[in-house]
T-cell receptor, first 114, second 113 residues
Framework: DSGVTQTPKHLITATGQRVTLRCSPR?????VYWYQQSLDQGLQFLIQ???????AKGNILERFSAQQFPDLHSELNLSSLELGDSALYFC?????????????FGPGTRLLVL | AQSVTQLDSQVPVFEEAPVELRCNYS??????LFWYVQYPNQGLQLLLK??????LVESINGFEAEFNKSQTSFHLRKPSVHISDTAEYFC???????????FGKGTKLTVNP
């Protein structure tokens, strides 16, 4: 158990809909990262937050957005969903004290868009 | 831009055989290297990492990896695998100054009895 929690574990929705994925980092970790794992693209970095502020952005679509709240949990919002958004979405956290850092991954949220 | 190549998408081996999972990276600056393991229906777990110092790093369950700067490689090895090692293994890299992980496509290791 990495100490990172993600909810829900599974999500089934329809095209055009909007969903919110939630992540709670390990106790004391200030940085949260979101990754997408799909069969064709593999594991791709989406976005990183540090202590409430966006720190780095990767291959995140404009339909997707994220935020980190004062209690340090984070949410990834996916809107206008398409079939191709079906994937496993991982959250990871790290201390945030400076690179290089070990990222600890949550169990993931499996999203299926029908 | 940095990238990671895992040359084998699938590696089947018999129990107690040695295994090597290959990983090459491309980067023009100093890098930090990681191997993560993903067991079926689970998240990623850190297996081992190279940050600096000794180029040979070991994990608690018998895996080791060697950082080779001249060959830009970070191959993962185990002298004798167990059925419980069946999983997907991901090589990842970060460049100095960046915290985002760039992953390879993964290698599925299947250990057969």
């Amino acid at each position: 158990d990495s100490g990172v929690t993600q909810t829900p574990k599974h999500l089934i929705t329809a095209t055009g809909q909007r969903v919110t994925l939630r992540c709670s980092p390990r106790s004391g970790d200030l940085s949260v990262y979101w990754y997408q794992q799909s069969l064709d693209q593999g594991l791709q970095f989406l976005i990183q937050y540090y202590n409430g502020e966006e720190r780095a952005k990767g291959n995140i679509l404009e339909r997707f957005s994220a935020q980190q709240f004062p209690d340090l949990h984070s949410e990834l919002n996916l809107s206008s969903l398409e079939l191709g958004d079906s994937a496993l979405y991982f959250c990871a956290s790290s201390e945030g004290t400076g690179y290089p850092e070990t990222q600890y991954f949550g169990p993931g949220t499996r999203l299926l868009v029908l | 831009a940095q990238s990671v190549t895992q040359l084998d998408s699938q590696v089947p081996v018999f129990e107690e055989a040695p295994v090597e999972l290959r990983c090459n990276y491309s980067s023009s600056v100093s890098v930090y290297l990681f191997w993560y393991v993903q067991y079926p229906n689970q998240g990623l777990q850190l297996l081992l990492k190279y940050l600096s110092g000794s180029t040979l790093v070991e994990s608690i369950n018998g895996f080791e990896a060697e950082f080779n700067k001249s060959q830009t490689s970070f191959h993962l090895r185990k002298p004798s695998v167990h059925i419980s090692d069946t999983a997907e293994y991901f090589c990842a890299v970060t460049e100095g100054g960046s915290e985002k992980l760039v992953f390879g496509k993964g290698t599925k290791l299947t250990v057969n009895p």
